[in-house]
């Protein structure tokens, strides 16, 4: 008896003609009321405000229970604008002695190999340092060490992530003239296009948010003018998000309608990756604009167990050209490759790794593929993954 399908009942993944203006607008016009958040300073724009010492005052008079915080911290970036500031949050001479390091490392990274830009950015207009985390534990230890100290950094990934969380760092900056950035959401599944999110069912939508935590700490004033980060406080909210923000309904409702805070030295910005945002033109004709750009990421995102996808792979790739000689149809080996190379981009060493035309890098399940559809020997794939391998290495 075949099953008779439910119209009313909505399919398991999200479609583009899922994706209603009107729908979103329904979400924005509910606003941010204050009065949900009664340890913030204020409410501008839309965004909530917390003052950093205010908030270590309230902290140490409550024991060092933040529970009530956290639990305000929460509502913010799930039910309420998506995004707090915590003004004052780091220590001026903190920030100049990293910035030091980051200037540094930026210089020595062209001398040995040319300028970097970002996935938006042109290399010259904005400078970039990948994996920059490592690669100020290497150069300054000490600053490093102030530096992640930070109370506040520690209060909002636990609040958001648990415990067990990491951080990844990447400094970005932007001198004047420099493009801003088409509106998009974050990792993970902002880092795909249209139709590789359209994949991912429904619930994946709505988990990939709560995976990761994105961040930004100025290391300068950073005036509007400068082109700090463009944002439209709660459109997280909106499930079918990561089809809608290709859309041009959407693309043009946000050019009109987004919020942007200026920010001071010091000040420290998180937001649910899943709201959208662009960072904006910088229109100065004297400022750089320095960030770093913090992406926090869950404990769980990862298998049970470790698995060598490298020799997993050399092992079964004479196996899958004997079957594919002999007719195994091409979805059946697609399966095999599925089950055993390595399927996601992530993390990489982006460096060396990097995008060519997309938001990720080919991944090693990408190469399998190529191979076998091309018919590359063993010798071939071997070579091509000891590369992929070293590509993705951080030193």
Known sequence: MTPR??????????????????????????????????????????????????????????????????????????????????????????????????????TEEKIAGGARGDHFGKPGMNDRIWNAQEKLAIADPAAYVDYYSNDLVALASRAWLGPGYQVTAQPNIVRPGAQGQTVHRDYHLGFMDDSQ??????????????????????????????????????????????????????????????????????????????????????????????????????????????????RLVRAIYPALLSRKA???????????????????AFPTNLDRDQPVGSMAPPTQADLVRAALADGWNVDRLGSALTAHTERRATH
């Open 197 to 310: 999110a359209a994949a991912y069912p429904r619930h994946a939508h709505a988990l990939s948010p709560v995976l990761t935590l994105q961040g930004a700490i100025a290391h300068v004033d950073m005036p509007v003018e400068s082109g700090p980060t463009l944002y439209l406080p709660h459109s997280q909210k909106y499930g079918p998000g990561y089809l809608a923000y290709w859309l041009p309904e959407f693309q043009n409702y946000f050019l009109a309608h987004h919020v942007q805070l200026a920010l001071g030295k010091g000040d420290l910005v998180f937001f649910n990756p899943a709201l959208f945002h662009a960072a904006g033109f910088n229109t100065s004709t004297d400022i750089q604009r320095v960030a770093n750009l913090l992406q926090v990421s869950s404990a769980f995102g990862r298998a049970m167990e470790a698995v060598d996808r490298d």
């Open 5 to 106: 399908s439910d119209p009313t009942r909505p399919t398991s993944r999200f479609r583009a003609q899922d994706c209603r203006l009107e729908d979103l607008l329904e979400i924005l016009a509910h606003g941010t009321d204050a009065g949900e958040y009664p340890h913030a300073a204020r409410v501008e724009q839309g965004v909530v405000i917390y003052d950093a010492a205010e908030l270590r005052a309230v902290v140490d008079a409550a024991g060092h229970d933040t529970e009530a915080i956290e639990t305000e911290l929460v509502h913010a970036w799930s039910e309420g604008p998506g995004i707090v500031v915590f003004t004052g949050a780091f220590e001026p001479a903190v920030l100049d002695r990293v910035t030091e390091a980051f200037d540094l490392i930026i």
């Open 326 to 344: 002999s007719g195994m149809p091409e979805e059946r080996l697609d399966n095999v490759v599925a089950a055993s190379a390595e399927g996601y």
